[in-house]
């Protein structure tokens, strides 16, 4: 059962700002030429946010905030009983409060402050929450990507780019703590679109010390200028850093991690790649799908010492070895009913029926499978399954961790390796020919062009949308 109180947390963002970061992050915004008229908080909490601005701008003339909790209006109402400026503060619903209205109405420029709910959309569906935006496609994703995860959103993403799009094109400033995911998604989508952002930037900010809550966190500023507009935003590693670390920016509806090594490198760009890369094995159980060998036996995730037909039963790389190079031999094994997705498994049962009795009796448990990707599908079905997977030598890289490494891998015993679904791998047919793709693909400039597209803070940096951007070997 959820507490009360961390549920709340949960479905409603309920990290409230610390003064000390509240200030600090005025004090920045006036030291880079901020001087509001007006400074509104969407989801003003308890106010903190609020009174580091009335303290920090002496020519602030109105404070306004919108926020659901009515005990933290009251609490916000009282920490700003004394500042001078006028004070509007209201209880409202953030998704059902007219924005475009309010925005456009306040004196001089106007700076929208804040720490929105740093939640996920199947977060608080999961917990049967009614806080959330109307159902719509705003990512623009489709088919298996929403079906995987990929479709899934924070809230605060959403939020953002809801004020943006209901500011005024002109003499405003949005400044927002967020996760810095977040802050990318808003600037690609905002940049996609054709708002008026400009000089915009990223700062991190340690989420653990503020908020303790273990998270890439950041400050994300951008202004807001009908006649000038840029694709550019400067990172800062911290809060207070003087100089930035890279710059993102665009090209061809893409964001660019670094846009400095991509301008070194963009001659190995292609946008229409013939390179494949493909994914490994996605199976969901495996407590029943996996083994590792002892002795002459296979043993599954349960304990169970199984013996199976070898027709059905690969050596097993997972992306944890890819990742250290271990890479010459594994004791881990795979069960792989089909050769291509889609597949009939019931010839399983007449080729290989010791396997077919094993599936049997785990039928319920692969029927269990959450993904809907399962449904409709033969029973005991997988995916990222091909004639690709059964090349006997492949050069894979672990999507999930922080280094661009690429490994070749061979054949063991004479059967093919499978790889798992976090690992990402091109097939060949001779050794050669993956010794010399693997060579090219470590090379500096290869490194360095992959470096500029990957942001090593994401939950899955390396992508194959990333891999296939290179362009092929001449």
């Excluded at 005990?71 to 619903?93: I, P």
């Excluded at 924005?99 to 608080?124: E, F, I, Y």
């Excluded at 400067?234 to 930035?244: F, H, M, N």
């Amino acid at each position: 059962m959820i507490r009360v109180k961390s549920r709340q947390k949960t479905e409603y963002g309920d990290f409230q700002t610390p003064i000390a970061l509240a200030e600090a992050v005025c004090r920045l915004l006036r030291a880079d030429g901020v001087d509001p008229g007006c400074v509104l908080e969407p989801t003003c909490g308890q106010g903190t946010f609020l009174e580091a601005a009335a303290n920090v701008f002496s020519d602030v003339k109105r404070l306004v905030g919108r926020e659901w909790n009515r005990e933290y209006v009251a609490e916000a109402r009282r920490r700003l009983g004394k500042v001078a400026s006028n004070v509007d503060l209201a209880q409202a619903d953030f998704f059902q409060q007219d924005w475009a209205s309010l925005l456009n109405h306040q004196p001089g420029h106007l700076l929208v402050l804040g720490n929105p709910p740093w939640v996920t959309n199947s977060a608080l569906g999961t917990l049967g929450s009614a806080n959330l935006p109307a159902k719509s496609n705003f990512q623009n994703e489709r088919g298996i990507s929403a079906k995987t995860g990929k479709a899934n959103f924070d809230i605060s993403q959403w939020m953002i780019l809801h004020l943006l799009e209901s500011m005024p094109q002109q003499n405003c400033t949005l400044a927002m703590l967020c996760k810095t995911t977040v802050a990318r998604k808003v600037l690609e989508q905002a940049w996609k679109t054709g708002m008026p952002t400009t000089n915009c930037s990223i700062r991190k900010i340690d989420s653990r010390e503020h908020f303790d809550a273990a998270v890439d966190a950041c400050l994300f500023v951008c202004h807001m200028k009908a006649d000038k507009r840029s694709t550019t935003c400067e990172v800062y590693e911290q809060l207070d850093a003087e100089q930035p670390s890279s710059v993102l920016g665009m090209h061809s509806g893409k964001l660019v991690a670094d846009q400095t090594a991509l301008t070194r490198q963009k001659h190995l760009l292609t946008l229409q790649s013939n390179t494949r890369w493909r994914s490994g094995v996605k199976h969901d159980c495996r407590a029943v799908m996996q083994f590792e060998r002892q002795g002459w036996s296979f043993v599954n995730g349960l304990g169970e010492q199984v013996e199976l037909e070898p027709d059905y039963v690969y050596p097993l790389m997972p992306a944890g070895a890819v990742y250290r190079g271990e890479v010459k031999r594994t004791e881990k094994f795979l069960l792989v009913p089909q050769r291509r997705t889609g597949e009939d498994t019931t010839p399983i049962e007449s080729v290989a029926p010791r396997t077919w009795a094993y599936l049997q009796k785990h039928a319920e448990r692969l029927a269990d499978r959450k993904s809907s990707i399962y449904r409709g599908r033969p029973p005991f079905s997988i995916f990222g399954i091909g004639e690709y997977s059964f090349a006997k030598w492949k050069v894979a890289i672990s999507a999930l961790h922080k280094q661009l490494s690429f490994r070749v891998i061979g054949p063991q015993d004479g059967r093919p390796v499978m790889l798992d679904d976090t690992t990402y791998f091109l097939s060949f047919r001779t050794k050669k020919e993956a010794v010399a793709t693997a060579a090219r693909l470590n090379s500096p400039e290869v490194q360095e062009f992959y470096q500029a597209w990957i942001f090593w803070d994401a939950k899955r940096p390396i992508t194959s949308e990333i891999l296939q951007r290179l362009k092929a070997a001449a």
